[in-house]
């Protein structure tokens, strides 16, 4: 799972500005998923993204957060003007389709987003 | 909706003694579902996976899960464990969508092992 890179590893923002998390997906891989983790809860899905394309953000705030996966280039999370609740871990996964057996689904060592 | 519960926060054990990780799970289907490890710094390795067939099922490290439909349980064990072992242990369930890679984890069971 060490080829799906997540940029940085640890992310501090003042209340207000805005956090960019990238992650590169595994080679050949064009199928994105985001992942937060909030302090002792569970990872929770927020978007899953194909090649320019959002294919289901049903688990995205409403307000403040996108997300994006370019033709080239990373997938980006973006958080405008962070609130201190955004401090989380998140996660993101990747996989060659959207296969149900999952096999192929390899996740980042995360991005630590600290909210001060 | 779907839902997983892992009841124990935190488990310790003694090196080469056995482990059971619970997990049970609220879903209207027959669920896909995972276990996850999560070493420090690390992102989360799959374990094992059930999606049907037999509801014993092996996994990578000597991992072992077994699916109980009555019970709404996918309890993860190892007969003997070792120290490499102590990591953060996810179960999910997946397959709401269509889709096994849009998941509903649990909040994670810490294991600490003893020499």
């Known amino acids: 799972n060490a080829g799906v890179m997540q940029n940085p590893r640890h992310l501090v923002r003042r209340r207000g500005q805005e956090a960019r998390l990238r992650c590169s997906p595994m080679?050949?891989?064009?199928?994105v998923y985001w992942y937060r983790q909030l302090p002792e809860e569970g990872l929770k899905f927020m978007v899953y993204?194909?090649?320019?394309?959002?294919?289901?953000e049903s688990g995205m705030p409403k307000e403040r957060f996108s997300a994006e996966f370019p033709k080239e280039g990373p997938s980006i999370l973006r958080i405008q003007q962070v609130v201190r609740g955004d401090s989380a871990a998140y996660f993101c996964?990747?996989?060659?389709?959207?296969?149900?057996?999952?096999?192929?689904?390899?996740f980042g060592s995360g991005t630590q987003l600290s909210v001060l | 909706a779907q839902s997983v519960t892992q009841p124990d926060i935190h488990i310790t054990v003694s090196e080469g003694a056995s482990l059971e990780l619970r997990c049970n799970y609220s879903?209207?289907?027959?669920?896909?579902l995972f276990w996850y490890v999560q070493s420090p710094g690390q992102g989360l390795q799959l374990l094992l996976k059930?999606?049907?067939?037999?509801?014993l099922v092996q996994g990578i490290k000597g991992f072992e899960a077994e699916f109980k439909r009555s019970q709404s349980s996918f309890n993860l064990r190892k007969p003997s464990v070792h120290w490499s072992d102590a990591a953060e242990y996810f179960c999910?369930?997946?397959?709401?969508?269509?889709?096994?890679?849009?998941?509903?984890f649990g909040t994670g069971t810490r294991l600490q092992v003893t020499l």
């Open positions: 993204l194909q090649k320019e394309n959002i294919i289901d």
């Open positions: 996964a990747s996989s060659p389709t959207a296969s149900a057996t999952n096999e192929k689904l390899f």
């Open positions: 080679k050949g891989h064009s199928h």
């Open positions: 879903y209207g289907a027959t669920p896909y």
């Open positions: 059930y999606f049907s067939g037999d509801t």
């Open positions: 999910a369930v997946g397959g709401e969508t269509g889709t096994a890679s849009k998941l509903t």
